[in-house]
């Protein structure tokens, strides 16, 4: 086709009282209606049938452009594909026009329904700082492979700047990978886009836990400090509460939010049983029993006075709400400056309660059980509900062992004896 002249040919063209068809070559036509508006279209045949495709209303679209349109048109054809047909597909699919249209579907139609609160708030506040801001504004259409890995190299740099490991930029990979898979499931995108996203920085796994034996005693010193800030308020090295949520995570190997997440009408303390409902999985809901040192730590917390309406069984000091993880964590660093031991965080208690109950023989179910797993199984996990309240009781009770006996130890050998202390002591 001649577009020289048939940019001529269209410009001249005059309307009638009907309307009419002229040919431009290569198949494309313009016709004519009688208020003056001009198609372009391709006449071609798809399966011995003559189809009829427009190409756009010129002078709005170019003949350039609707020649190349009629290329791509013919490619399709070719292939026994009719361009009508993915029209109205593309038109009634209802497919986001950019990344952020995307991830604001994304959070509406997976994370707020079929993910954990916890989860859903970091991944959104990952969508919102690390994800949106720098691809959002793409064609959903055009993303690449290559701008998804370079976001997220782009993140590690960023925190390796600034002397950090960039273990952050894991958790925007992690994220990018569901969001981006999440697309190709809707069928917005191929499936390969976001597979097997690189992970920019290493992690190794962690295997800090507080030592119990004479030469180190970081278990008993630390029961032992936990007791005397819980004793004297705030004017310790850590606030009454934090030093209250650490007790729970020492002898109860919860999770961090777990405990700091506790309303008051989760505990029972007529039947010795607290219940986690918020838990960062839905394995992790549970029923524990309360052993003595556990229950005299809830009966003090709950003795405090509170304001009214105040739900939180340990609300924050400073704004009433819950205690965020990173707040225990610090109180956490000032304990360790305090005794002079190697650095431990909240997590760590957990592990140490963990390796208390595996070093004593504890069933492996039952440890699932009291930190809240996932069972290995289909049966753990479909099928069995019974609770074993009393075999994770006397598991407790080991972890509560080894702290007392690690507590009197550490004060023996400072002649200031601490004992732990359970219901109805004075």
């Known amino acids: 086709m001649d577009l020289s002249r048939a940019d001529r040919t269209l410009r001249n063209l005059k309307p009638r009282p009907k309307s009419y068809a002229v040919a431009l070559g290569d198949g494309v036509s313009c016709r004519v209606a009688p208020s003056g508006l001009r198609t372009l279209e391709l006449r071609a045949r798809l399966h011995g049938v003559t189809q009829r495709l427009q190409l756009g209303f010129y002078p709005a679209t170019t003949i350039a452009e609707a020649a190349a349109k009629a290329a791509e048109f013919r490619a399709k054809l070719k292939q ?30 997976h994370l707020s329904i079929k993910t954990r609160e916890r989860w859903e708030k970091e991944a959104t506040r990952i969508i919102n700082s690390d994800i949106v801001p720098v691809i959002g504004r793409y064609p959903l259409a055009q993303i690449q492979r290559s701008d998804l890995t370079s976001l997220i190299e782009a993140k590690a740099r960023a925190i390796r700047a600034k002397g950090g490991k960039g273990t952050m930029a894991n958790r925007v990979a992690a994220v990018v990978s569901k969001m981006f898979g999440w697309c190709a499931q809707q069928g917005w995108l191929s499936a390969e886009l976001a ?50 949520v650490l007790q729970l995570l020492a002898l109860t190997g919860c999770r961090c939010s777990e405990i700091t997440g506790l309303t008051t009408a989760a505990v029972n303390l007529d039947s010795g049983v607290f219940t986690i409902a918020n838990g960062k999985t839905q394995a992790s809901n549970r029923s524990l029993p309360l052993t003595p040192a556990a229950q005299a730590v809830f009966e003090a917390a709950l003795s405090e006075p509170r304001e009214q309406g105040q739900q939180l069984l340990f609300p924050s000091p400073r704004a009433g709400k819950a205690i965020p993880s990173n707040e225990i964590s610090r109180s956490a660093r000032d304990l360790v400056k305090e005794m002079k031991h190697a650095p431990w965080t909240p997590h760590d208690l957990r592990r140490t309660a963990i390796s208390i109950m595996a070093e004593a023989g504890v069933d492996g179910d039952i440890r699932r059980r009291i930190t809240g797993h996932q069972a290995p199984d289909i049966h753990g996990r479909v099928y069995d509900r019974a609770q074993r309240l009393d075999d994770m009781r006397a598991a407790l009770l080991v972890i509560e062992a080894a702290y007392a006996a690690a507590a009197t130890q550490a004060a023996s050998s400072t002649g200031n004896v601490v004992t732990i202390k359970g219901r109805g002591d004075k």
């Open 80 to 109: 026994g594909l009719n361009p009508k047909v993915e029209m109205l597909r593309a038109a009634s699919a209802d497919i986001p026009r950019n990344v952020a249209e995307a991830a604001a579907r994304f959070i509406d139609g």
């Open 195 to 244: 597979r097997n996203l690189p992970k920019p920085a290493a992690e190794t796994a962690k295997d800090r836990v507080l030592s119990v034996t004479p030469q180190l005693n970081e278990a008993g010193a630390l029961w032992n400090l936990l007791t005397r800030c819980a004793a004297r308020g705030d004017t310790g090295p850590v606030p009454r509460v934090h030093a209250r």
